[in-house]
């Protein structure tokens, strides 16, 4: 990762709690959504693909969530549960830990693993919603394991939200989604 995206992720890590703390409506933790992905791995084929997933929320400060990407050769899953809260209503610290599975045609490969994932969402004001976290997976095997830095936005139109995530590391990954979100 280049220095300039790595400052660009921690600022962006750094800067979000200390601005939350004046709102006063939190993130969404209830949703499904889905969209296009655009996947550029440093070591394959980049290709754009298509993905779906969702979150549901447990109580105050946990979840259950999975996602399935479909690019071209690869094809990703992951499945897992997280806890999120201490920043007050209007943003989340949050933790993820997932099984996760990946498999690439090309290779003939199909490994699972798991992935750590923490950072921060930020709901700045009640139509518009900042995000930043960082990811550890590890496949083992041939894929190995690896870090990533990820950053995204959310608009919220009602129970409707139109967002795009970027995420870098051995490969960049940028996601632009329609989310659909239950409760209030």
Partial sequence: MSRMKCAFVLASMLLVPVLALA??????????????????PDDGVSDDGWFAGGSFGLGKNFHLLAEYDDVGNYTFWNAGAGWHGLLGDKADLFAQVMWSNIQIDDGNIDEDGYEVQ????????????LNGQVNWVDYGG?????????????????????????????AETTQAFFRWNFGK
């Fill in 23 to 40: 709102q006063d409506e939190g993130p969404k933790w209830s949703y499904v959504e889905g969209g296009w992905i655009d996947f550029d």
């Fill in 118 to 129: 923490g950072g921060v969402r930020w709901r700045m004001v009640k139509w518009f919603e």
């Fill in 142 to 170: 041939e894929v190995g394991d690896e870090t990533t830095g990820e950053v995204g936005i959310l608009f919220y139109l009602g129970r409707v939200g139109i967002g795009a995530n970027w995420e870098t590391g051995d």
